[in-house]
């Protein structure tokens, strides 16, 4: 049970996992507007994410601080309407952190199915009530 | 641009994004320890998840508040000995987290490969130095 060095170092440690990003409402916001590249409105992203209105205004303001998103003032019919949009480098940012989540559900998905027919029967802990 | 009412609602709002396993070092943590189910001694896990003693421990004590590892402290000819190990509800748990990782990698990945080409040139905002 040593640890054997420097080829286990770091190899569930995720580097890759973008605090910014990471955080749920954050990666909600932004998984809503990569997949909507012309854009969403405050209200639609408001709808897509359930966040409330302040939640998703103090969340919008740190993805436009770290310039991932852009926030565009407009008019519709004379209303005034706010567009967000997500900015290439949040792309490029939201990609490379997808890049990462996609490693840790390849790591963890092979072994979850691996052992989900003998798992708990065989394990000396006592399950917990859920 | 109007919100779609009820289709859209909670669309990406990853509710099973289980805050206490989104944490990236928490859920560093646990991917180590699914993926070993026998379990990893605290050094092993400091060095996969490269985190520092104190970090680490503060990590493991929120899991196992949360029932999500057990801590058993052992003895390795002669010397103590902390082995950290995955419980049958955090594996049921980590699962369900899982499910909904998943389903963020699915909605993004599809858009982020389809446009992956077209992206970037057709877009009118600046790209921003990276």
Do not use: W
Not at 24 to 36: D, E, G, W
Request: proline letters at 4%.
């Amino acid at each position: 049970m040593k640890p054997k060095a420097t080829s286990t170092e770091g190899r569930f440690a995720y580097e890759g996992l973008d605090r910014v990003i990471h955080e749920r409402a954050r990666l909600s916001v932004l998984t809503s507007l990569i997949t909507h590249p012309k854009g969403l409105t405050f209200n639609e992203l408001k709808q897509f994410c359930s966040l409330t209105d302040g939640n998703l205004s103090r969340h919008l303001a740190v993805l436009e601080k770290s310039k991932l998103v852009q926030i565009l003032k407009g008019h519709d019919h004379n209303r005034p309407q706010t567009i967000c949009r997500i900015t290439p480098h949040g792309r490029k940012r939201y990609l490379d952190y997808l890049e990462t989540l996609e490693s840790v559900v390849r790591d963890a998905a092979n072994v979850a199915k691996e052992d989900s027919t003998a798992s708990l029967a065989s394990r000396s802990l006592k399950p917990a009530r859920t």
